[in-house]
């Protein structure tokens, strides 16, 4: 059985981690590749994506999986092509980013046989994609993390940031935060690493006008395998988000003994405790008096990280997960 998992571009993000740790050890229960469309030329050229389809027609795959709504045409053509395939639409997110990404799931949804969600949280928000179609929730813990030394003790607080800098991620209101911690403690910093998802611009302006420019620095895409060495940086991870899927950034830099300081969206409620592992969002006066609980009392500070680092040490790997729902729903297929 051949299985091809198509993503959009391959990017620091959950959903590009997560399917390239498929990769680090050969499938023995099936044939595994991931596609990047981004690979045959720029998403917003057609000829890209009748490339990439070319491509799949060659492989012919059994299964082919969709990730985010750039893979739709590519994907729902080739179940046009080859009606025996199997197509699974993996969704990563409660909400749609626009009204064409709407679209686009809707009418993959409905060529898909089955659907896989990276969190409860994403499936109990996907009923109308979802249907009365197989669903399968996929743990997103893609790789044990461990910290890379101690969680530092610093004497003002060092914030850290990875993954897309997208509207979603609500850097802005990150940034807003971190203007009001800034003002009690002037040497915080804030380290924010990802690729530009058409917000660096405004961001930067934004963090220039608000006054921040000497203690935010950017610093572009970081390589997955370098997460655990630049988290040793920092001792809070900051991701004001105004919606998630599993937020798998959070997972990560939980298991490294970061203190997340989150919004309750996606499937975060389900796993951030407020001042037991993380710090929640509920309104920014109330935000910057539990961090100033929680900053100004080491011994509080310890105990929250330690809760963080544990979190994860009992759960199921992506991988595992992945292989496990992609044979139960083969299995099924040939019983049928």
């Given at each position: 059985m051949k299985v091809v998992h198509v993503i959009p571009k391959n990017v620091i993000g959950g959903v590009e981690v997560a399917a390239n740790t498929m990769l680090d050890e050969e499938v023995q229960e099936f044939d595994f590749s991931v596609l990047f469309i981004s690979k045959e030329g720029g998403l917003t050229n057609p000829i890209t994506h009748l490339r990439l389809l070319k491509k799949l027609v060659k492989i012919k795959p059994d299964v082919v999986v969709s990730s985010l709504w750039w893979t739709s045409f590519v994907c729902i053509m080739y179940k046009i092509l080859y009606r025996k395939s199997r197509l699974i639409l993996f969704l990563h997110n409660q909400k749609r980013a626009h009204f064409l990404d709407y679209l686009l799931t809707k009418i993959t949804a409905a060529f898909a046989d089955s659907v896989f969600c990276d969190s409860a949280a994403t499936k109990s928000a996907s009923l109308e994609f979802?249907?009365?179609?197989?669903?399968?929730?996929?743990?997103?813990?893609?790789?044990?993390?461990?910290?890379?030394?101690?969680?530092?003790?610093?004497?003002?607080?060092?914030?850290?940031?990875?993954?897309?800098?997208?509207?979603?991620?609500?850097?802005?209101?990150?940034?807003?935060?971190?203007?009001?911690?800034?003002?009690?403690?002037?040497?915080?910093?804030?380290?924010?690493?990802?690729?530009?998802?058409?917000?660096?611009?405004k961001l930067k302006a934004l963090s220039e006008s608000l006054g921040l420019s000497d203690n935010v620095h950017w610093k572009g895409q970081v390589d997955n395998s370098d997460i655990a060495e630049i988290a040793s940086q920092a001792n809070f991870f900051l991701l004001l988000s105004r919606h998630e899927g599993m937020a798998m950034a959070v997972v990560e830099a939980m298991q490294c003994g970061l203190i997340p300081i989150v919004t309750p969206v996606g499937e975060i409620p389900n796993y951030c405790y407020d001042l037991n592992n993380s710090i929640i969002h509920d309104d920014e006066v109330a935000l910057l008096s539990k961090f100033n609980k929680v900053f100004s009392d080491k011994n509080k500070r310890y105990l929250v990280s330690l809760n963080a680092r544990s979190k994860w040490d009992f759960y199921n790997l992506y991988r595992d997960d992945f292989i496990s729902s992609i044979m139960q729903l083969s299995l099924k297929n040939e019983s049928q």
């Open positions: 979802i249907n009365k179609k197989t669903v399968k929730v996929i743990s997103f813990l893609h790789r044990k993390f461990s910290p890379s030394g101690d969680i530092k003790a610093y004497d003002s607080p060092v914030f850290i940031f990875w993954g897309r800098l997208s509207f979603a991620k609500g850097l802005d209101l990150s940034l807003y935060f971190f203007q009001s911690v800034l003002s009690q403690y002037p040497s915080a910093i804030f380290y924010i690493y990802g690729p530009d998802f058409g917000e660096l611009k």
